[in-house]
């Protein structure tokens, strides 16, 4: 398994500010993930971050609005940028260890209110 | 395009009962089907998974069988305890390089 910490947990942030989520992993990964889950929505994913190249970004998410950092191979970041309520969700770090989904992990996710 | 849904939430049942949460998929091909499970506080993780037609993924008291005639993967469980309290989340996974499709997540309640 993987021991993932995302930070923070919850926030509260008022419209057109930006919010950086943090997301450590306790040993080296290659792939880490970044997912977001809207109010009665389903898992969708923002983007891929792998170490050393530019994120991949699955279309309708765009790097202006969500900056992702990937510095080394346990860490990595998420900014959601000029907020507003539609931003709404739980984001979600996930790394894989290995080949097959079996090797998918997740942190506890970050809950985003904007108001 | 590919697509899970499951059956809406909340779902509340009392210790021992009987459990299912439906799950239907629409994919081409033929995809792996997955179950994740994500109690309080926790990320989530993998339940259990089958990877062609027919097989059962197990884990836990858990069962979902890979039902191609019926494009279905439910999940089942003979007796719930307070500790299966969680949101349970079906996925698939159609193609090499491509993401995970989940569905909205059902949650389950058991009170004791």
């Known amino acids: 398994s993987a021991v993932i910490s995302q930070k923070p947990s919850r926030d509260i942030c008022q419209r057109g500010t930006s919010l950086t989520i943090q997301c450590q992993v306790d040993s080296q990964v290659t792939m880490m993930f970044w997912y977001r889950q809207q109010p009665g929505q389903s898992l969708t994913l923002i983007a891929t971050?792998?170490?050393?190249?530019?994120?991949?970004?699955e279309s309708g998410f765009v790097i202006d609005k969500f900056p992702i950092s990937r510095p080394n191979l346990t860490f990595s970041t998420l900014t959601v940028s000029n907020m507003s309520p539609e931003d709404s969700s739980i984001y979600l770090c996930?790394?894989?260890?290995?080949?097959?989904?079996?090797?998918?992990?997740f942190g506890s996710g970050t809950q985003l209110s904007v108001l | 395009g590919n697509s899970v849904t499951q059956m809406e939430g909340p779902v509340t049942l009392s210790e021992e009962a009987f459990l299912t949460i439906n799950c239907t998929y629409t994919?081409?091909?033929?995809?792996?089907l997955f179950w994740y499970v994500q109690y309080p506080g926790e990320g989530l993780q993998l339940l259990l998974k089958?990877?062609?037609?027919?097989d059962k993924g197990s884990n836990k008291g858990f069962e979902a069988t890979y039902r191609k005639e019926t494009t279905s993967f439910h999940l089942e469980k003979g007796s719930v305890q307070v500790s299966d309290s969680a949101v349970y989340f079906c996925a698939l996974h159609n193609q090499a390089g491509t993401a995970l499709i989940f569905g909205k997540g059902t949650t389950l309640s058991v009170s004791s």
């Open positions: 971050a792998n170490q050393g190249s530019e994120a991949t970004y």
């Open positions: 996930s790394v894989q260890r290995g080949q097959g989904y079996e090797k998918l992990f």
């Open positions: 994919a081409t091909g033929y995809p792996s």
């Open positions: 089958a990877t062609k037609a027919d």
